[in-house]
Each structure stands twice: as structure tokens, then as C-alpha cells.
């Protein structure tokens, strides 16, 4: 038996694609768009905190080793940072508070950054690491594996950033 190209049913058979092709379409192009209208809109920032040596030998000079927190915004929107901040603890999680230095390096928050501008945070190594000793004991390094860097912005939306390793190694190392 064939089937004849020409005939009116198999030409029923082929058109009864076309709606759902259509439906098909026009959901796809709906889902595409309003996932191009929101990406436009949400904030991305990329946030990390490491540990630097200092070969600044100028006026005013960094401490020989400092941590640094940088932030730069990857979105299309205008992000403020109001405040950058440390989760710590294992079973009872503490948000504290980090507080910047006026040392002509680093940024003054709050800071407001357009699309690809960056802003920095330079502080003293060792001080930092006098005042989380104590938040990071008795077990130091399940502490330092769940620690975590955010910052807020001034909409209200929390980012959270990445920990190095050599920052990681460094506190382990001078706890």
C-alpha cells in the first residue's frame, strides 16, 4: 500500500502540526524576552576576599600583608553597597559586621558602581585576624571552611562572594 502525497487527508495530517509548532513558538519567544527584561534589572555583583602581600613601597603604605575584598558590578544596573559583612559559625550562624579604613587604597562605603566599575577594600592581616580569632573557636577549621563574605545592597538584595584558598590557608595558619 502507498500513500499518495496528493491527498487531502495526508494534507489534513501535515497542517494538524502548524498550531502546536505555533504555541510552541510563541511560548518560546514570551520566555525569551521576559528572561532578557529581567536579566536587565537584577544586580550581579562578582565579590571575593583574599590574602595579598603588600609591595607598595610609596606615601601613604599598606600593612606587608593585608586582606583584600574586591566587588565589581557585572550587571546592567547601578549597585550601592552599603556594607560588606562575614557569616561565621557552625551550628549558631553570626553575621558581623566589617568595617573599611580611610587609607587612600581602599573604597569608602557605602559606594555606588556602574556597569564594570570595581571597588576594593585593603585591611590589615593581622588586626583582622585578632578580632575573628575569637569567632572562629574552638573548631577553627570546620570555622574557616564555612566561612562566607557578602555584602548588602541599598535594595535590600544580599550577595554572597568567594573565600580563596590562600585566604583560607593563611588563617588557618595564623589561628
Not at 124 to 145: C, K, N, T
Amino acid at each position: 500500500m502507498t500513500v499518495d502525497p496528493n491527498t487531502i487527508e495526508t494534507w489534513k495530517f501535515v497542517n494538524s502540526f502548524a498550531p502546536w509548532l505555533a504555541a510552541l513558538g510563541s511560548i518560546a519567544a514570551v520566555v525569551t524576552s521576559l528572561s532578557l527584561a529581567f536579566r536587565q534589572t537584577s544586580i550581579r555583583l562578582h565579590l571575593t576576599a583574599g590574602h595579598r602581600f603588600s609591595v607598595w613601597t610609596g606615601t601613604p603604605q599598606l600593612p606587608p600583608e593585608v586582606l583584600h575584598i574586591a566587588f565589581a558590578d557585572t550587571g546592567f544596573r547601578d549597585v550601592e553597597v552599603t556594607a560588606i559583612e562575614w557569616k561565621v559559625g557552625l551550628f549558631r550562624r553570626r553575621c558581623l559586621l566589617q568595617t573599611t579604613v580611610d587609607d587612600g587604597f581602599s573604597s569608602r562605603i557605602p559606594v555606588r558602581l556602574r556597569h564594570g566599575e570595581r571597588a576594593q577594600c585593603f585591611l590589615p592581616f593581622d588586626s583582622w585576624i585578632g578580632y575573628m580569632r575569637e569567632h572562629l573557636a574552638p573548631f577553627h577549621r570546620l570555622q574557616v571552611r564555612r566561612l562566607n563574605v557578602q555584602v548588602r545592597t541599598s535594595v535590600g538584595r544580599t550577595v554572597k562572594g568567594r573565600v580563596e584558598k590562600q585566604l583560607r590557608t593563611a588563617i588557618i595558619k595564623a589561628l
